[in-house]
């Protein structure tokens, strides 16, 4: 009788989490088509503003054991788009920006992820242009049901990626800003 109560039990509570669709492995998959990978920087004229995409990704992450999670995320840096076509030619021919031929993908690899008062941070490398460096994003996320939203926001110094030339009147810091929805696997 008792063992038959607690197979009801679990039963019960197995068929709870599934149908409310609670991730129970913390894998998440994103939905890059509608992931945003946003940037500013101050050129010229004004602002710059432009995006990425072509996101490819592996999310590992499970807010109740950090020390098992993890993230890996690369664009395909052939996608910039700055909204000015002889611009994002640029962007992507010449090698003291992206040169997307010779250095298709940006990637980041997480090595720790870390609890902060305002969400998480993702230690890890970011690659660019073959120029490795650490690097911390600090993100926020949030689910409901086996659906959830990474948002994050960091910048980088354009002379720690030989992106374009030093000086000159495009700004030295990069804005960027990372919106990432997924769905638990």
């Given at each position: ?16 989490f ?7 492995t ?15 920087l101050?050129?010229?004229f004004g602002e ?40 994002n ?15 298709p ?5 997480s090595?720790?992820?870390e ?18 460096g ?5 993100f926020?996320f949030s689910?409901?049901g ?5 948002k ?28 990432v ?5």
């Open positions: 009788m008792l063992d038959n109560i607690r197979m009801k039990t679990l039963l019960f509570f197995s068929l709870f599934i149908l409310n669709g609670l991730p129970l913390g894998n998440w998959i994103a939905d890059a088509d509608k992931a945003k990978i946003t940037f500013t101050d050129g010229p710059v503003h432009g995006s990425f995409s072509g996101l490819t990704s592996d999310f590992q992450f499970d807010e109740k054991d950090l020390a098992k999670s993890s993230i890996t995320a690369s664009v395909d840096a052939n996608t910039v788009n700055s909204g000015v076509g002889l611009r030619t640029h962007l992507r021919n010449e090698e003291q920006w992206l040169n997307t031929e010779k250095y993908r940006i990637l980041f690899k090595t720790k992820i609890k902060t008062s305002s969400g998480y941070s993702a230690s890890g490398t970011l690659t660019l242009k073959n120029i490795s650490p690097i911390i994003i600090p926020t689910s409901s086996n659906a959830g939203l990474f994050g926001q960091f910048s980088i110094k354009r002379d720690d990626y030989n992106l374009g030339k030093k000086g000159g009147s495009v700004g030295e810091i990069i804005q960027i800003n990372i919106e929805p997924v769905k638990s696997n």
